[in-house]
């Protein structure tokens, strides 16, 4: 079955950076809309950034703008998020999506959305 593996979460003290990659099986990233979402204890589920299949469509959280890049690199077949200047507000469980990603614009293929296990990424 299709699935997606997170790595890349840590610890890093505020202002750091740290890049979170999204490797896929069974599934080539180049057919699919991807995203990242992440969770925190006492907080929504957000969705931080979403890239369209062709990459022209590009959808990134207010609280991340200027700060987090998402990309992927179709011959790796990995999604990645650039986390640059984070802070405490950031820390969470990071989550990779594809399939049925929310994209305003884009074209989505797949009937349901199939997610990582996360990894936790914490800012102190």
């Known amino acids: 079955h299709v699935q997606l593996v997170e790595s890349g979460g840590g610890s890093v003290q505020a202002g750091g950076s740290l890049r979170l990659s999204c490797a896929a099986s069974r599934l080539a990233v180049s057919d699919y809309c991807m995203g990242w979402f992440r969770q925190a204890p006492g907080r929504e589920r957000e969705r931080v950034a979403a890239l369209g299949r062709t990459g022209n469509i590009i959808y990134y959280a207010d609280s991340v703008k200027g700060r987090f890049t998402i990309s992927k690199d179709n011959a790796e077949n990995t999604l990645f998020l650039q986390m640059n200047s984070l802070k405490p507000d950031d820390t969470a469980m990071y989550y990779c999506?594809?399939?049925?990603?929310?994209?305003?614009?884009?074209?989505?293929?797949?009937?349901?959305?199939?997610w990582g296990q996360g990894t936790q990424v914490t800012v102190s």
């Open positions: 999506a594809t399939g049925a990603v929310p994209l305003t614009g884009a074209v989505c293929p797949g009937g349901k959305t199939i």
